[in-house]
């Protein structure tokens, strides 16, 4: 006997970008894989919101893109997920979903259908894991965190809210990686270090030692380049403000 269906829900992507085309593909890969098992598919991808008015009324890869990110406001019924970011400005991503003041339960959590989490690990709301990522065993991934297409995160990894995995991203086991880190494609971080909030680690590095908050490191051993930039830096401040230390790790809720 078959269980019961899963509900389809309305789904509306922020962003229209890199990062917000992946995961519209994602949630019709979705959404074909579920039909190809008789099954209604998780989301019903409503379209894009961005705050570009050139786009408006627009169609990326065949999604309408129907006005900007306010709107989510007016559709109230659909669930939402913020993809927006890039090494540029990292920390937009924070920025729009403290702008949008929504509750956390308005938020979607998106995997494709080739991605892998163990039944031990835990992914929160709002993020997005892309095609062929793995989460092996007891890993923890925040809330908004954006993982990119071939990211393997192994045993009791523990990543922080709005953090970016880009695509080749391999932890070794028990790394703990910092709130709106952005760690670059390709890169290698060794067994149980730490890579700091709001830090940046350039692509192909391979990181040996624990990298500090707030810093830009790259190469093979990565080593520090120099302070990340005035948008990322804002947010360490205020993360800093707000729990009276640097922050390192910190989590938000997390859904199975």
């Not at 306010?70 to 702008?99: F, I, K, N, Q």
């Not at 051993?221 to 009276?244: K, Q, S």
């Amino acid at each position: 006997m078959s269980g019961p269906q899963q509900r389809t829900e309305d789904l509306l992507i922020v962003g229209a970008g890199g990062f917000a085309r992946e995961t519209a593909q994602a949630v019709r890969d979705a959404g074909a894989a579920a039909a190809a098992c008789g099954r209604a598919p998780r989301w019903r991808l409503l379209g894009h919101l961005d705050d570009d008015p050139a786009l408006h009324g627009r169609e990326v890869d065949g999604v309408p893109v129907l006005g900007g990110s306010h709107l989510v406001h007016e559709l109230p019924a659909a669930r939402a997920v913020v993809c927006a970011g890039s090494p540029r400005d990292y920390a937009v991503r924070a920025r729009l979903v403290r702008r949008l003041g929504l509750p956390g339960s308005r938020y979607a959590t998106v995997v494709h259908p080739t991605a892998v989490v163990s039944g031990s690990s835990l992914l929160g709301a709002g993020s997005v894991l892309l095609a062929h990522s793995v989460l092996t065993a007891a890993v923890r991934v925040g809330s908004h965190v954006a993982v990119m297409p071939h990211v393997v995160l192994t045993h009791d990894d523990r990543v922080g809210d709005f953090a970016t995995l880009a695509s080749g991203v391999r932890l070794g086991g028990g790394v703990r990686l910092g709130r709106g880190a952005y760690v670059g494609a390709g890169v290698l971080v060794r067994e149980g270090l730490s890579v700091g909030a709001w830090s940046l680690t350039g692509m192909g590095s391979t990181v040996l030692a624990d990298v500090p908050p707030g810093e830009v490191w790259a190469g093979s051993p990565a080593r520090r380049l120099h302070e990340a930039g005035g948008p990322a830096l804002e947010e360490l401040r205020a993360d800093g403000e707000e729990t009276g230390r640097w922050p390192e790790t910190r989590m938000g809720s997390t859904v199975a």
